[in-house]
């Protein structure tokens, strides 16, 4: 049987790689504390795909997506929902005062903080209550509620809608995206973030950073976000990446406790004290010339 593409509809996909699902649970335990066994019920593997049209990669089945219970529990992990996001300040740029702006998924609610103080109407939805609540208690204006839902209750058309890293964790992308424009004006924009698969944090690693179901279920790239102008009343504005940072990330701190832990010689110890400054200036120097761990797209609706 062919497998559609989330995006286009199409059955142009291919098969690219299996997934044992022993590890996956195995390592969202070992990494995250989390139990996702309940996700992957009766199921030894799941599959990845690839829309040959857009490049978007998606895994399958559907079945395996993450539900309130999954984001409940990431929530209480201190680093899930940050604070000060390269893409907040980035998207901000692009808000004026007075104008109507629509967070999708808006977690506890900083963006829509920014936005407020750039004299905008924010509003935001999100179906984790904890979340909603969070951002209730900051006097910020945000309902419990999935896009589909919103669009039924109003019928209000705002200047800017928004979703962070949201579309990655969706099973039925292109559903959102028409559902998002339902909401925005002729000329309005849509501003997307999602996880930069081309990145050195995320490419060909898919258990970085819970890049795997039942977190992640599609994984995008510039490709695939530039080509959601094939399929969808959009003009593509912006398409920008955060610089890569090393500095404190695990990928480099992993790297000299290695080197720390090693045979004690006098060259190990010459290394590791005095090298490690110069290496670890050197990388971060670098990594800000490199694509990170995001990609924001900046989308102008049309007729």
């Keep these: ?25 195995s390592d969202y335990k070992n990494n995250y504390g989390l139990d996702v ?23 399958m089945p559907l079945t395996t997506a993450g539900d309130e219970s999954l984001y409940q529990q990431l ?22 005062q007075k104008q109507a ?15 407020q103080n750039k004299g905008a109407i924010p509003l935001g939805i999100e179906f984790n209550p904890g979340a909603v609540q969070a951002c209730q208690k900051k006097g910020l204006n945000v309902c419990l509620q999935t896009i589909e839902e919103h669009g039924q209750k109003d019928d209000k058309v705002y200047d800017v809608v928004c979703a962070f890293q949201v579309l990655e964790h969706l099973t039925k992308p292109a559903s959102f ?14 501003i997307l973030s999602v996880p930069n698969n081309e990145s050195l944090i995320y490419k060909n690693h898919f258990d970085a950073g819970l890049n795997l179901p039942p977190h992640h279920m599609g994984l995008w790239d510039s490709a695939s976000l530039i080509s959601l102008q094939k399929y969808f009343p959009l003009r593509l504005e912006a398409l920008q990446w955060d610089p890569l940072s090393l500095g404190g990330t695990p990928m480099l701190n992993e790297y000299f406790y290695k080197a720390s832990t090693a045979p004690v010689s006098m060259i190990n110890k010459i290394y590791y004290r005095a090298a490690r400054p110069l290496i670890e200036r050197g990388l971060c120097d670098l ?4 694509p990170g761990h995001s990609l924001l ?7």
């Design 101 to 115: 702006v629509l967070e999708i998924g808006c977690g506890s609610g900083e963006f829509l903080e920014l936005a």
């Design 287 to 290: 990594s800000v010339y490199l």
């Design 37 to 59: 066994s309940s996700y992957f019920s009766g199921l030894g593997k799941i599959e990845l795909f690839r829309c040959c049209d857009t490049g978007y990669r998606f895994f």
């Design 297 to 303: 797209a900046v989308y102008i609706k049309i007729k």
């Design 1 to 25: 049987m062919r497998i559609v593409s989330p995006i286009t509809g199409s059955d142009n996909t291919e098969k690219i790689q299996d997934f044992d699902t022993g590890r996956i649970i």
């Design 75 to 96: 929530q209480q992990l201190p680093w899930y929902y940050q604070r000060d996001k390269w893409e907040h300040h980035q998207a901000s740029s692009y808000i004026g």
């Design 177 to 190: 995206i028409k559902e998002a424009l339902s909401l925005l004006k002729t000329g309005g924009l849509l």
